[in-house]
């Protein structure tokens, strides 16, 4: 039911024939880049947190990480992630296919920083086994977000031959 809630909602703002179903899984970052044939980063990677005003979703480049203390700099709170029971009760998505499309009322969205380097990303869609292909400015117009953070760690260099 999540990817038809979600892929409704999708549909609705205009973009249903960017959803993209595989054969294969794509419920992890690995998975979904293998799947779409891109790079990791491109990957729209779904986070959900615990606060003490309600759950929060913040999508990054699914090549970073949260920086705890950029974290709680931001949030004014330790970063607490949602277990996988969790995240279906609050969200409204299974792990593996978390998005903010036809996500549970109450649900605080934010996109990070590092997904500002990449001009098409690629957000799951309800499911372990699909995507949308956006252009940035298309997922944050229609993500219903409350705003742009800082919250990732930087990519660390690669060691030199």
């Known amino acids: 039911m999540s990817f038809e809630k979600a892929a409704a909602y999708v549909k609705a703002c205009g973009l249903g024939e960017r ?15 293998l799947a779409l044939g891109t790079e990791p980063g491109r990957i729209a990677k779904s986070l959900t947190f ?14 970073r990480k949260v920086d705890n ?9 330790k970063a607490k992630m949602l277990s996988a029971g969790e995240v279906e009760s609050l ?3 299974a792990v593996g296919g978390v998005c903010p499309f036809g996500r549970n009322a109450g649900v605080e969205v934010y996109l990070d ?4 380097q990449y001009d098409v990303v690629y957000p799951a869609c309800g499911s372990g086994n699909s995507a949308v292909e956006l252009e940035l400015s ?4 229609i993500c219903g977000m409350q705003g742009w953070v800082d919250v990732c760690k930087g990519i660390a260099p690669s060691p030199e031959p």
């Open 19 to 33: 959803i993209r179903e595989f054969p294969v899984s794509s419920a992890t970052v690995e998975l979904a880049a």
């Open 50 to 63: 615990k606060l003490g005003r309600g759950p929060v979703m913040i999508l990054c480049a699914g090549d």
């Open 69 to 77: 203390p950029k974290y709680k700099a931001q949030f004014g709170e």
């Open 91 to 93: 969200i409204g998505h």
């Open 113 to 116: 920083e590092s997904l500002k």
């Open 138 to 141: 298309e997922l944050e117009h």
